[in-house]
């Protein structure tokens, strides 16, 4: 017999799930999956945006519902469809009233599914786009440490302090990098797993002051329901990895994740 899995813990005070993918979810219909993160006080959803052919999906989605946010930007594994007439449409759509922030946005070195030439060149152009509107960033970075260091500090003048580098799975160098320029670093699912002890030493370092709870739904999904589709609602386990890797109180990871969420994408809430 199957050990039944634990049920979603509810808490008293809300979360902010900062970065998902609703349009990639598959398992049960989006609203069925917005009813259920509600039910476990999700306050807000940030969809994000990855290639040209989603941005205007994930700006129809954003509208779906006043608590649902998105982001405008190419993630690098698209970045050699990134075009003069693509960076105009997330330059137009990067200060609607339910867009808030450039990204995903950065280098991928793991996968390589485009030239590394090609996604610095397109990293730099959106990190432009984004000092140019005044908008935060969403980075992606993976095995790209050193070039993703270097291009943020052509930017360090004009781009805004606040900006997240998500799922971070990265070493103490870029770390420290983020941190001392004043961004978060978003955790999700990954802190669960048995064999990321790099990621939670991460999470060590980190002040609470500058983390950021996140899904990456459908991916990541975190212990006890790994081998199932993510969701939002999932979001409570995180918090409770976060409070228990760094023995703090959970309320006070709650309120603290929660305030730093709206420092980041919500500043005028």
Same mark, same amino acid.
């Given at each position: 017999?199957?050990?039944k899995r634990r049920e979603i813990p509810v808490f008293d005070h809300p979360i902010i799930e900062t970065h998902c993918h609703l349009d990639y979810l598959r398992e049960r219909p989006l609203a069925e999956t917005l009813q259920q993160s509600q039910q476990v006080n999700i306050e807000k959803v940030i969809t994000i945006a990855v290639s040209p052919e989603n941005l205007? /999906?994930?700006r129809q989605l954003s509208g779906s519902a006043d608590w649902v946010y998105g982001t405008q930007g190419v993630h690098p594994h698209e970045a050699e469809a990134y075009t003069d007439a693509v960076e105009s449409e997330i330059r137009e759509h990067a200060t609607d009233d339910n867009i808030v922030a450039v990204g995903e946005i950065g280098l991928d070195y793991f996968y390589d599914n485009a030239d590394r030439a090609v996604q610095r060149e397109v990293f730099r152009r959106q990190l432009q786009v984004a000092c140019d509107t005044?908008?935060?960033v969403v980075i992606h970075s993976r095995d790209a440490d050193e070039d993703t260091i270097a291009i943020l500090r052509?930017? /360090?003048q004009s781009l805004s302090r606040r900006g997240v580098i998500h799922s971070f799975t990265s070493g103490p160098g870029l770390a420290q990098y983020a941190l001392d320029q004043g961004?978060?670093?978003?955790f999700n699912g990954i802190t669960t797993f048995n064999k990321a002890e790099n990621v939670r030493d991460i999470v060590r370092m980190t002040p609470i002051g500058q983390i950021l709870l996140e899904t990456d739904a459908p991916f990541l999904t975190p212990v006890p329901y790994r081998g199932r589709e993510n969701a939002p609602f999932?979001?409570?386990f995180i918090a409770e990895k976060i409070a228990d890797i760094k023995a703090l109180p959970l309320?006070?990871?709650l309120t603290q994740t929660y305030q730093n969420s709206l420092r980041t994408?919500?500043?005028t809430q």
């Open positions: 017999m199957s050990k205007a /999906e994930v005044d908008r935060p052509e930017f /360090e961004w978060c670093l978003g999932y979001l409570p309320d006070q990871v994408f919500f500043p």
